[in-house]
């Protein structure tokens, strides 16, 4: 039904993404394909697992791989759930649908690590030149990011896909971590030692998280490159509170202070009260509406069980049906 090809990007290789429906229980899924990937061990599967019992409000399920032949080659597919009307954050803040077909890629080894690990390819955006994005925004996106790469790094996994064109925003501010558990089967060959290789991995996932959030800060890809790291940290600390400008150092930092996850969170305070206040409030709103829409089908429905008694001209000539007594209160009733 829907096809969307992108070039080497984040992952390394060709990918294509298609919206399919399962025939099976008629659910709409994304499937990702992965063009021309061959696996060499049915081992490479064993993160699959793990992923697939990752439940978590603020990342896209993944259900099934599978390979295939159907493309004329040995492809690669990932299923994942499907959530329509979703952007990614890239195309959402930064205008870069360009960025599709030949993106940024992730570091390639901790040390060293270039500042622009994930925007080195792409152009600024022409949003640089406009207002700065809301604060408030930018702790709750910096919530959902750090509250789903927290339940990731607990279940022992690593994103290693925390990237602007892999995060989605579905709604007005909810955030989703797409595209999960690709990276460990394409690089499963390049295991030498799974403990430390998380480890690693996750350190690589805040520094990330912390490019994401300068770029969100500065509202432009751009502010990640090295020549630029120096004047965008400036900007922060002009237009933003010092505790944000403090998360983003600390991310940035991460490799060298041997950081986790659990240590961010107390940096970003009370503001989890903010965050658990507007959801109650969104939950509130939502339950309003069902109960609107449940009170127009209890109507509904005693509206239909009142046309099959009332006003039955076909039974007219039937001297055993009558209007009156009961049927003629429930008449008075629809009436009055």
Not at 63 to 83: N, P, Q
Not at 90 to 96: E, K, M, Q, S, V
């Amino acid at each position: 039904l829907f096809r969307s090809v992108q070039g080497v990007g984040v992952f390394g290789c060709k990918t294509t993404c298609y919206k399919a429906i399962n025939t099976k229980n008629s659910v709409t899924y994304a499937l990702r394909r992965i063009h021309g990937f061959r696996l060499s061990s049915a081992r490479s599967l064993q993160r699959v697992e793990q992923w697939k019992k990752m439940n978590h409000p603020n990342v896209v399920s993944l259900r099934e791989v599978f390979t295939t032949k159907h493309f004329g080659d040995h492809s690669l597919v990932f299923t994942h759930d499907y959530h329509p009307g979703a952007e990614t954050l890239a195309n959402h803040h930064f205008n870069l649908r360009s960025i599709q077909q030949g993106g940024p890629t992730p570091p390639s080894s901790m040390g060293g690590a270039r500042s622009s690990h994930s925007f080195s390819s792409g152009t600024p955006s022409t949003s640089t030149t406009t207002s700065l994005l809301p604060e408030n925004l930018i702790w709750t996106y910096c919530i959902q990011l750090t509250a789903a790469v927290k339940a990731i790094h607990e279940q022992g996994l690593a994103v290693r896909a925390l990237d602007v064109t892999k995060i989605l925003i579905t709604g007005k501010t909810r955030l989703r971590l797409n595209c999960v558990g690709i990276m460990d089967v394409l690089t499963f060959n390049q295991t030498p030692g799974p403990g430390a290789l998380l480890v690693r991995h996750q350190h690589e996932d805040l520094m990330a998280l912390g490019h994401i959030l300068l770029a969100l800060a500065c509202n432009s890809l751009a502010a990640n490159r090295q020549d630029q790291l120096h004047k965008s940290l400036e900007t922060i600390t002009l237009s933003y509170s010092p505790d944000l400008k403090n998360l983003i150092v600390c991310l940035l930092s991460s490799q060298q202070s041997m950081r986790t996850i659990a240590d961010i969170m107390p940096m970003i305070g009370a503001r989890f009260y903010t965050q658990i206040e507007n959801s109650l409030v969104q939950s509130d709103l939502m339950e309003a509406e069902l109960l609107k829409e449940m009170e127009n089908g209890r109507l509904f429905r005693l509206l239909a069980k009142l046309g099959v008694i009332n006003e039955r001209p076909e039974f007219q000539m039937d001297p055993s049906w009558s209007e009156t007594g009961d049927r003629y209160l429930l008449k008075l009733f629809r009436d009055y």
